[in-house]
């Protein structure tokens, strides 16, 4: 009774739980969820959506609960105890998931209750359910039904591995360099590698890594193209065949197969012609093939801006810096910068000065609290690691959500950054209590130097908006089945409209203002730096989106076409040479670390993003239509937004919550608007 894994009355206990902790925690929820499935697919136990929803959902979600603590953990705070913990477990709780998902006397009980009897937000998730059954399996037999479970298994398993490779890759190299060598990184880059070399015992250093906030401004600013090849080729090489020496032994080449082939042989069993079509069924797109043509119609719109990006990139490169000859891949983004200040006469670093993580954190609440009616304070709660926050959200002095915010990049802890649910609001079967949604909401930026607040880039405060959009998916929710509440229940292409929606305050000079704060001299945001920041708003905005375009379509083509006996390569190769406009050196090996389809729930869905971003961009139109004159966002819009796109979460298709919001179809007119490419 001590293990706090156990102790599912409140929040997690996250700074209580240890490694020794999860194998007893998960012999006694496992045990409890068996008893529940084996209680309702008695045959005496009544086909009854709330008596199932009363002994089996209850046990579930506390079994869920314990075991999203545990994964959690080993995204953030990852050690060698709790990897071995975590893994230990894994097949356990896959195992039981799988079982219940393809429980063919479960599925029956949930055929046999009667639709009418239910509520609408009942009616959607139950036939969710049901199309949930027929995909996990509940309607094969014998043989087939075996090896569908051991596909699960074995998948869990070489995914998780994947994501270790990727970590563990990313943590182990480091490069001390002579600060000297670091002409042209801004100062708080290099304080920081100086800092963390003198913490490794070596003095008169800069220790340089693979982590985000130390990787992507030595590639925009180091002068020196020498040590941008090295820090692009042990990156673009990271957990593949390419890497260097000791570090092969991360190569996730033939984890990558296999994953591919276990999903092609879900498919198959599940009478299917590949996975693609699998994954497109709970989505609003109808078919791979019409995924396809949307990427490449974009695609086709897209191309002629990147031409025009990159060739002035290489008229630049020629004229200004005297480089003839091919771009090299680790001097685009050099370039890119250099373009840039010399275009619009600015610099990334100058307008870093003025982000502040308090002072934005401060706007983005604003927004939040103005435009949605809410409040936002900060409260005390168990936290894994002293950097973390934690937040109540409250209307009307009533709760209606909580948020983890941890923001800094660490050694053990996954590079990115996402969204994750702690608890989802539910109107309790069990008690009849209203339960409040938790969140998680997890960044990468760097960390302050001495006694400095952090800073953040313009795409950090993006960033953080955009995982915000999921988090108010999650929190403000009004729908009380917890199946469909928040983003539960949301297809899969349309769960990235509220995050991208986000986005697009960013770049509104009434939100910018009450977020900057000079670093030095606490002055905000100049008005004329905001127009140039805008002004730069869409610049290679061509290359950015082929470029996403490029993954999207090797992931939809890799489910959809590809044998999973072949190297992939050649297929990526194809695709790139089908709709780039830049072609990266061959060692490079992007796909190794493409986390988002091979362990992180995108696979055939990464044109999610550009699928979504039709929707976001045409939602936030509505706001740009009925903005003030001084630019203030609407704050009827914002809630009939809220009514219509976040607190009805899953609880009907999203295409109809857009629809009752914008009162038509979604348009592609407003992403070409926004992108510079109408």
């Given at each position: 009774?001590?293990?706090?894994?156990?102790?599912?009355?409140?929040?997690?206990?996250?700074?209580?739980?240890?490694p020794?902790?999860?194998?007893?925690?998960?012999?006694?929820?496992?045990?409890?969820?068996d008893?529940a499935?084996?209680?309702v697919?008695?045959?005496?136990?009544?086909?009854?959506?709330?008596?199932?929803?009363?002994?089996l959902?209850?046990?579930?979600?506390?079994?869920?609960?314990?075991?999203?603590?545990?994964?959690?953990?080993?995204?953030?705070?990852?050690?060698?105890?709790?990897?071995?913990?975590?893994?230990?477990?894994?097949?356990?709780?896959?195992?039981?998931?799988?079982?219940?998902?393809?429980?063919?006397?479960?599925?029956?009980?949930?055929?046999?209750?009667?639709?009418?009897?239910?509520?609408?937000e009942q009616?959607?998730?139950?036939?969710?359910?049901?199309?949930?059954?027929?995909?996990?399996?509940?309607?094969?037999?014998?043989?087939?039904?075996?090896?569908?479970?051991?596909?699960?298994?074995?998948?869990?398993?070489?995914?998780?591995?994947?994501?270790?490779?990727t970590?563990?890759?990313?943590?182990?190299?480091?490069?001390?360099?002579?600060?000297?060598?670091?002409?042209?990184?801004?100062?708080?880059?290099?304080?920081?590698?100086?800092?963390?070399?003198?913490?490794?015992?070596?003095?008169?250093?800069?220790?340089?890594?693979?982590?985000?906030?130390?990787?992507?401004?030595?590639?925009?600013?180091?002068?020196?193209?020498?040590?941008?090849?090295?820090?692009?080729?042990?990156?673009?090489?990271?957990?593949?065949?390419?890497?260097?020496?000791?570090?092969?032994?991360?190569?996730?080449?033939?984890?990558?197969?296999?994953?591919?082939?276990?999903?092609?042989?879900?498919?198959?069993?599940?009478?299917?012609?590949?996975f693609?079509?699998?994954?497109?069924?709970?989505?609003?797109?109808?078919?791979?093939?019409?995924?396809?043509?949307?990427?490449?119609?974009?695609?086709?719109?897209?191309?002629?801006?990147?031409?025009?990006?990159?060739?002035e990139?290489r008229?630049?490169?020629?004229?200004?810096?005297g480089?003839?000859?091919?771009?090299?891949?680790?001097?685009?983004?050099?370039?890119?910068?250099?373009?840039k200040?010399?275009?619009?006469?600015?610099?990334?670093?100058?307008?870093?000065?003025?982000?502040?993580?308090?002072?934005?954190?401060?706007?983005?609440?604003?927004?939040?609290?103005?435009?949605?009616?809410?409040?936002?304070?900060?409260?005390?709660?168990?936290?894994?690691?002293?950097?973390?926050?934690?937040?109540?959200?409250?209307?009307?002095?009533?709760?209606i959500?909580?948020?983890?915010?941890?923001?800094?990049?660490?050694?053990?802890?996954?590079?990115?950054?996402?969204?994750?649910?702690?608890?989802?609001?539910?109107?309790?079967?069990?008690?009849?209590?209203?339960?409040?949604?938790?969140a998680?909401?997890?960044?990468?930026?760097?960390?302050?130097?001495?006694?400095?607040?952090?800073?953040?880039?313009?795409?950090?405060?993006?960033?953080?908006?955009?995982?915000?959009?999921?988090?108010?998916h999650?929190?403000l929710?009004?729908?009380?089945?917890?199946?469909?509440?928040?983003?539960?229940?949301?297809?899969?292409?349309?769960?990235?409209?509220?995050?991208?929606?986000?986005?697009?305050?960013?770049?509104?000079?009434?939100?910018?203002?009450?977020?900057?704060?000079?670093?030095?001299?606490?002055?905000?945001?100049p008005?004329?730096?905001?127009?140039?920041?805008?002004?730069?708003?869409?610049?290679?905005?061509?290359?950015?989106?082929?470029?996403?375009?490029?993954f999207?379509?090797?992931?939809?083509?890799?489910?959809?076409?590809h044998?999973?006996?072949l190297?992939?390569?050649?297929?990526?190769?194809?695709?790139?040479?089908?709709?780039?406009?830049l072609?990266?050196?061959?060692?490079?090996?992007?796909?190794?670390?493409?986390?988002?389809?091979?362990?992180?729930?995108?696979?055939?869905?990464?044109?999610?993003?550009k699928?979504?971003?039709?929707?976001?961009?045409d939602?936030?139109?509505?706001?740009?239509?009925?903005?003030?004159?001084?630019g203030?966002?609407?704050?009827?819009?914002?809630?009939?937004?809220?009514?219509e796109?976040?607190?009805?979460?899953?609880?009907?298709?999203?295409?109809?919550?857009?629809?009752?919001?914008?009162?038509?179809?979604?348009?592609?007119d407003?992403l070409?608007r926004?992108?510079?490419?109408?």
């Amino acid at each position: 009774m001590n293990n706090p894994l156990l102790d599912t009355a409140g929040l997690p206990l996250f700074d209580q739980i240890a490694p020794d902790h999860v194998a007893p925690a998960l012999d006694v929820l496992l045990a409890e969820a068996d008893a529940a499935l084996t209680r309702v697919t008695a045959a005496d136990f009544p086909a009854s959506w709330t008596g199932i929803a009363q002994v089996l959902d209850v046990a579930t979600e506390r079994l869920g609960r314990a075991w999203g603590a545990v994964s959690h953990l080993n995204s953030v705070a990852d050690t060698p105890e709790l990897r071995a913990a975590y893994n230990a477990a894994l097949p356990r709780v896959t195992e039981f998931w799988t079982r219940l998902g393809s429980n063919e006397e479960l599925y029956a009980k949930y055929k046999a209750i009667d639709p009418a009897s239910l509520n609408a937000e009942q009616r959607q998730a139950h036939s969710n359910a049901l199309r949930g059954f027929v995909l996990g399996g509940a309607e094969l037999r014998g043989v087939a039904k075996a090896r569908y479970a051991a596909i699960q298994e074995r998948q869990a398993e070489v995914s998780q591995k994947f994501s270790e490779n990727t970590l563990d890759a990313t943590d182990s190299w480091t490069l001390d360099v002579d600060p000297a060598e670091l002409a042209g990184v801004p100062q708080d880059v290099i304080d920081t590698a100086c800092a963390l070399a003198e913490k490794n015992g070596q003095a008169n250093k800069a220790r340089l890594t693979l982590k985000m906030p130390c990787y992507l401004p030595v590639m925009q600013f180091a002068d020196s193209s020498a040590l941008r090849e090295q820090l692009y080729r042990a990156y673009t090489t990271r957990a593949s065949d390419q890497a260097e020496g000791d570090a092969k032994k991360y190569d996730n080449t033939g984890l990558m197969g296999e994953i591919l082939a276990l999903r092609q042989e879900e498919a198959k069993l599940l009478g299917y012609d590949n996975f693609a079509q699998v994954s497109i069924v709970p989505k609003m797109a109808e078919s791979p093939e019409k995924v396809i043509a949307f990427l490449r119609d974009l695609a086709a719109k897209a191309k002629p801006f990147a031409e025009k990006d990159l060739a002035e990139l290489r008229a630049f490169a020629q004229t200004e810096l005297g480089q003839s000859g091919e771009l090299k891949a680790w001097d685009i983004p050099y370039l890119s910068e250099k373009l840039k200040e010399a275009r619009y006469q600015f610099s990334e670093q100058e307008v870093k000065s003025y982000f502040t993580a308090p002072k934005v954190l401060a706007g983005l609440f604003k927004i939040i609290e103005t435009l949605f009616e809410v409040s936002i304070r900060k409260d005390t709660a168990p936290v894994w690691h002293p950097a973390v926050e934690f937040y109540r959200i409250e209307r009307d002095d009533q709760l209606i959500g909580q948020f983890y915010l941890d923001p800094p990049a660490r050694a053990g802890k996954r590079g990115g950054a996402w969204m994750d649910d702690v608890i989802g609001r539910w109107l309790r079967p069990d008690t009849g209590t209203l339960q409040t949604p938790v969140a998680h909401l997890v960044c990468n930026f760097a960390e302050g130097v001495g006694d400095k607040p952090p800073l953040l880039t313009h795409d950090d405060v993006i960033t953080l908006f955009h995982e915000f959009g999921h988090g108010l998916h999650h929190m403000l929710t009004q729908v009380n089945e917890r199946d469909v509440s928040g983003i539960s229940g949301v297809e899969w292409d349309a769960v990235e409209l509220p995050s991208q929606f986000m986005e697009n305050f960013c770049w509104e000079w009434s939100v910018l203002q009450h977020m900057t704060e000079h670093v030095d001299t606490g002055e905000p945001l100049p008005r004329a730096l905001f127009d140039k920041m805008l002004a730069a708003k869409n610049f290679q905005s061509g290359l950015q989106t082929l470029r996403q375009i490029e993954f999207a379509l090797f992931d939809m083509r890799l489910h959809a076409e590809h044998d999973p006996a072949l190297d992939f390569m050649p297929l990526l190769h194809e695709v790139r040479a089908e709709v780039a406009v830049l072609q990266p050196p061959s060692f490079n090996r992007m796909a190794h670390t493409f986390g988002h389809i091979f362990s992180g729930g995108y696979a055939a869905g990464y044109y999610s993003y550009k699928w979504a971003e039709v929707l976001s961009a045409d939602a936030y139109a509505a706001f740009e239509e009925s903005a003030s004159t001084a630019g203030q966002p609407s704050i009827e819009t914002g809630r009939r937004y809220r009514k219509e796109i976040l607190e009805a979460g899953g609880s009907r298709p999203a295409l109809e919550s857009f629809k009752a919001f914008r009162g038509r179809e979604p348009s592609l007119d407003a992403l070409l608007r926004h992108q510079g490419m109408a």
